[in-house]
């Protein structure tokens, strides 16, 4: 079953010779648990796609469907809510607070959200991401590798339907490049976590189920890379041409 629906996507800036079109009536689905790499050069759409995805700005035209919802027939305060419960965003540069503990700041959505965080859970995701000994710590107390697992616990503690990551490995080097798309590969394994993940790095991309190449706001391939560590479905199948 497809979690993920884009249906002919379009995002204009400007207007006349000002005009610029950012994406181009762009369309695919991605299944539940899949984890997805959009890839292609500066100024190719990808980063304005995953905006749009996560409900952070609206298209021109065209819908985004999760969980068969129009996610944009709800209204501003309806999307606040929506992407705070069913988005997990994953930056480059973490966007931590830097006067929280690492701690509060992984716990901060779902406490705004008006809900408190059982002991437990708290207890559980630290040990998974490797910050029990971390939990007090500032951003500033930590190393790059260590700032991006909070933003990952961030983005996975309400257990959101998709998580968005925008060049998640961006801002670190190989070492705790290869540990971060490690983990999240665990984490969409062990919590079947439907994933998009935005980056320039094709050797990142192909750590991934499925590779879409975007250029010019169009999608100009789109295919399996045979990582996944689940059978193959008929969704996955489909979705390997969906859009083209």
Request: charged share 25%; proline share 4%; hydrophobic share 35%.
């Amino acid at each position: 079953m497809d979690l993920l629906r884009m249906e002919h996507l379009t995002k204009i800036y400007g207007k006349g010779e000002n005009e610029v079109r950012a994406l181009d009536d762009v369309s695919f689905s991605v299944p539940k648990g899949q984890m997805t790499a959009i890839i292609g050069p500066s100024g190719s759409g990808k980063s304005t796609l995953l905006h749009i995805i996560g409900a952070v700005d609206r298209p021109t035209s065209g819908k985004v469907f999760l969980n068969d919802q129009d996610v944009f027939a709800q209204k501003d305060e309806q999307l606040a809510i929506f992407r705070r419960r069913e988005v997990g965003l994953i930056y480059q540069f973490y966007n931590l607070i830097p006067v929280l503990t690492a701690e509060e700041n992984m716990t901060l959505p779902m406490i705004m959200d008006g809900k408190k965080p059982q002991k437990q859970d708290v207890e559980k995701m630290l040990d998974q991401m490797g910050l029990l000994q971390r939990r007090n710590h500032l951003p500033s107390q930590l190393s790059g590798g260590q700032q991006q697992r909070v933003s990952i616990a961030r983005a996975l503690f309400n257990m959101p339907s998709v998580i968005l990551a925008d060049e998640p490995t961006g801002n670190l080097d190989s070492k705790n490049s290869r540990e971060i798309m490690s983990l999240l590969r665990k984490l969409n394994h062990d919590f079947n976590q439907t994933m998009l993940i935005i980056t320039h790095d094709e050797n990142i991309a192909l750590l991934c189920d499925r590779v879409i190449a975007i250029e010019d706001g169009r999608i100009l391939r789109d295919e399996l890379t045979g990582r996944t560590g689940r059978p193959q479905t008929k969704a996955d199948k489909e979705a390997q041409t969906d859009g083209i």
